[in-house]
């Protein structure tokens, strides 16, 4: 039971354009989301966060978006830049779980071309 | 401030052997988590403990265990290893685990079982 699912194993932008990273999510009793980066042979690095309660946050680059009725978040990259390859994880976790236990997406591949 | 510390960085082993994996968590952080990555799964929650107590449990054989010390190092075990247990093991630290909380990840251990 995949209760975290990035659909897009890949994705394959050009540099200085819009990277659009997604993942739907199905128990509804997820109410934090986080994204993290991995770059091979390194653990996963976070990037940014959205609470339930919110439908957008923004960090520089990076902004996520957050659909509830949908169960559906995204992640925009603008602009994308190569240093941005890596594989893109979401995850999610609920209030009801204590700690430190995230569920994760199978993880998108950006590539960003020059 | 050092992150997350994890060794061995890579280990091979054969089936039927056992294997102890340690991970030193960001001073100050008393909640540990472990993940393990595949290719086919992804990043799925093994554990994780918090002041030396096992907190939450995902879905893998007792063969999988793990515990905290009062430092709040941690070190995970898997005994009669099998070779759908060659995976990449990474661990995750994180003040106290609760909501709203990023978790800071280790560069992992490398296990292949032969």
Known sequence: DQQVKQNSPSLSVQEGRISILNCDYTNSMFDYF????????????????????????EDGRFTVFLNKSAKHLSLHIVPSQPGDSAVYFCAARSSYNQGGKLIFGQGTELSVKP | KAGVTQTPRYLIKTRGQQVT?????????????????????????????????????????????????????????????????SALYLCASSWDGQLNEKLFFGSGTQLSVL
């Not at chain 2, 909640?31 to 107590?53: A, R």
Request: charged residues 20%; positive net charge; aromatic residues 14%.
């Open chain 1, 34 to 57: 986080l994204w993290y980066k991995k770059y091979p042979a390194e653990g996963p690095t976070f990037l940014i966060s959205i609470s339930s309660i919110k439908d957008k946050n």
């Open chain 2, 21 to 85: 994996l340690s991970c030193s968590p960001i001073s100050g952080h008393r909640s540990v988590s472990w993940y393990q990555q595949t290719p086919g799964q992804g990043l799925q929650f093994l554990f994780e403990y918090f002041s030396e107590t096992q907190r939450n449990k995902g879905n893998f054989p007792g063969r999988f265990s793990g515990r905290q010390f009062s430092n709040s190092r941690s070190e995970m075990n898997v005994s009669t290893l099998e070779l759908g247990d």
